[in-house]
């Protein structure tokens, strides 16, 4: 008998106990410890942020998994202990044979000076609903997509957000009386993935009208004037500001001992293995160094593949069987572009000497795509 312990039930907490739930029989158990009582499907904040969707539609109660077997511990996380895979919560101390850690990445706007309070974080559903009601009254001006630090999840995520608004917008007749803009501190979009992708996305958002700002790192906002600086020196003026805020590890994590410089968790790249013996880390968490230089994006279809990965290495080595999986870094992105389109980019991130990836021009299909595999997620794990 095992007992497996999962830190986290978003993406890769979540597919981690299905995969396992499926392979081991009901002797061992399976416990996932999570603050919230509601998974969200995330990539549908944008969605909601056009009025597309409510919060209810793209939430589903993890308790719900009770009745496959799955223990679920709404709590918060204190303290973790890798070397005796112990773990404090709130309200109880949890031990087992192994532990997995998907406690993803979290926004942090505190560290910008004005940055707190100036915008709309699209990357929180409060934030993402106060964005829906100003959206709703916005008229006319600037609307400045600002990601406001590296890294952040899901490479792709602002770029849809910005043509999307642009898509809104144009539906209702303002598009002659608005101006979107992305500032990132990038070069290009989705750098890791290579020049021809952050060509390719550049290309999409231009081709909406969309203006891009690469090396453009804020360092303040002066939400009184609605004013940005940059550490190049220039300032851009907005009317609406969207905000993608700088990420960082959960802080229980750090606070183990699990993280190297730059805060995160590093892993063996294909096992996901931790220095610490049967304790895993997989999704936004971790830190993997692709061959490139840059790390692997933080982005829901890694800890996906990776939780799946964990999964079944755990279950195989319960039943003493050999042979273990590794994640071969495959990753998949839909790009929404609003006006009923999408663009679908795909590749492996752990090619050498760098990712190849290609892009599918923009159609209906793959925007329908998206749609299928929100509601395929929302029912598929639950
Ligand atoms: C707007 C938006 C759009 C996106 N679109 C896409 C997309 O199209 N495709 C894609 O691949 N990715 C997308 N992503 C990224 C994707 O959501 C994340 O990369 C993915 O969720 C990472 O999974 P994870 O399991 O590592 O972390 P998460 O899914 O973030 O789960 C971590 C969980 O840990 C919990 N937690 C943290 N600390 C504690 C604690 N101390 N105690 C208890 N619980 C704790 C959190 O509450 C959270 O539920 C998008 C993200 C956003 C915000």
Excluded at 41 to 52: D, E, K, N, R
Aim: glycine residues 12%; positive net charge; contains cysteine.
């Amino acid at each position: 008998m095992a007992d497996i312990l999962i830190l986290g039930g978003g993406v890769g907490g979540l597919v981690t106990a299905n995969t396992l739930r499926r392979q081991l029989d009901r002797r061992h158990r399976i416990i996932l410890v999570e603050r919230q009582r509601q998974h969200v499907f995330t990539p549908a904040f944008l969605w909601m942020m056009l009025g597309w969707r409510e919060p209810q539609e793209i939430a589903r109660d993890l308790a719900s998994l009770e009745r496959k077997g799955i223990e679920v511990v709404q709590d918060e996380i204190r303290e973790i202990d890798p070397v005796a895979r112990q773990v404090k919560t709130e309200r109880r101390t949890l031990s087992a044979d192994y532990l997995v850690l998907a406690l993803g990445a979290e926004g942090s706007l505190g560290g910008i000076p004005g940055l707190g309070g100036a915008g709309h974080n699209v990357y929180d559903l409060e934030g993402t609903l106060g964005l829906r009601d100003a959206l709703r009254q916005f008229r006319e001006g600037r609307v400045a997509v600002l990601i406001a630090g590296l890294p952040f999840r899901c490479p792709a995520a602002p770029y849809e957000a910005a043509m999307l608004i642009e898509a809104f917008l144009s539906r209702r007749g303002l598009r002659e009386r608005v101006q979107v803009d992305v500032y990132t501190p990038e070069t290009l979009p989705m750098p890791v993935a290579g020049r021809a992708m952050g060509e390719a996305v550049k290309g999409l958002v231009e081709s909406r009208g969309v203006g891009f700002h690469p090396q453009h790192k804020v360092v303040a906002v002066d939400p009184e004037r609605r004013e940005l600086a940059f550490e190049n020196g220039t300032r851009a003026g907005y009317d609406l500001l969207v905000v993608i805020p700088p990420h960082r590890c959960a802080p229980v994590v750090k606070e183990a001992g699990l993280t190297v410089e730059p805060g995160w968790v590093p892993v063996d790249k294909g096992t996901l293995q931790t220095g610490h013996e049967r304790v895993f880390a997989i999704g936004d968490t971790t830190l993997i160094k692709l061959p490139v230089g840059l790390p692997l994006p933080k982005a829901g279809v890694f800890a996906h593949g990776q939780g799946e990965v964990v999964a079944e290495n755990i279950a195989a080595e319960i039943a003493g069987r050999s042979g273990a999986r590794r994640f071969d870094g495959f990753g998949s992105c839909i790009i929404d572009m609003g006006h009923g389109v999408a663009a679908y980019a795909k590749g492996n991130f752990y090619a050498e000497p760098a990712p190849a990836m290609t892009m599918r021009s923009p159609s209906r299909l793959w925007h329908w795509g998206k749609i299928y595999f929100e509601k395929r997620w929302l029912r598929r794990w639950f």
